[in-house]
T-cell receptor, first 110, second 115 residues
């Protein structure tokens, strides 16, 4: 079944640096979403990007989508300690099922 | 803001017990979901409900049942808890009936341990 797979699995960067994580998927999608999960908590929706969009911004977050490569990236600029979390991409397909990837664990070092 | 609440943050039960996990959303959403999250396996859908008294099986429904008697409340039931049901359980909701791939709003999760 199609599934978004995040890369890398884990990422550690210094506070203030930019963090980039990627998501690849297998079949055509209608939209792709990114979620954040702080340790031991529920997921929080960050951004939804539709298949006819190439880029979307929300505050310090920038998401790109390349449907020809079946990939998306999430960029967090000027990272903060509070950005430490796991980040998941979620993809859908023609059957309207949403499938979550296994996530990228981001750790912001002081 | 959408608020999804779950009845317990942590729960410890014994093998064979009947377990109820409750979820309530306050935004009049049509859809509600139950997932479990395990290390290395990600989020897996257990059950989905698109209306009161309506439900669909997800990817891993075995050992679980659900109840949705009111629009705002979706319960997950473990009829006879087993140790392999130790997990983090996440409830979510989304606004439009039947459309599962829209933005979902999650509760804080219930970490269930079955001894």
């Amino acid at each position: 079944s199609q599934q978004g797979e995040e890369d890398p699995q884990a990422l550690s960067i210094q506070e203030g640096e930019n963090a980039t994580m990627n998501c690849s998927y297998k079949t055509s999608i209608n939209n792709l979403q990114w979620y954040r999960q702080n340790s031991g908590r529920g997921l929080v929706h960050l951004i939804l990007i539709r298949s006819n969009e190439r880029e979307k911004h929300s505050g310090r977050l920038r998401v790109t989508l390349d449907t020809s490569k079946k990939s998306s990236s999430l960029l967090i600029t000027a990272s903060r300690a509070a950005d430490t979390a796991s980040y998941f991409c979620a993809t859908d397909g023609g059957d309207d099922k949403i499938i979550f990837g296994k996530g990228t664990r981001l750790h912001i070092l002081p | 803001d959408v608020k999804v609440t779950q009845s317990s943050r942590y729960l410890v039960k014994r093998t064979g017990e009947k377990v109820f996990l409750e979820c309530v959303q306050d935004m009049d959403h049509e859809n509600m979901f139950w997932y479990r999250q395990d290390p290395g396996l990600g989020l897996r859908l257990i059950y989905f409900s698109y209306d009161v008294k309506m439900k669909e099986k997800g990817d891993i429904p075995e050992g679980y049942s659900v109840s949705r008697e009111k629009k705002e409340r979706f319960s997950l039931i473990l009829e006879s808890a087993s140790t392999n049901q130790t997990s983090m359980y996440l409830c979510a909701s989304s606004p439009i009936s039947g459309r599962r791939a829209d933005t979902q709003y999650f509760g804080p999760g219930t970490r269930l341990t079955v001894l």
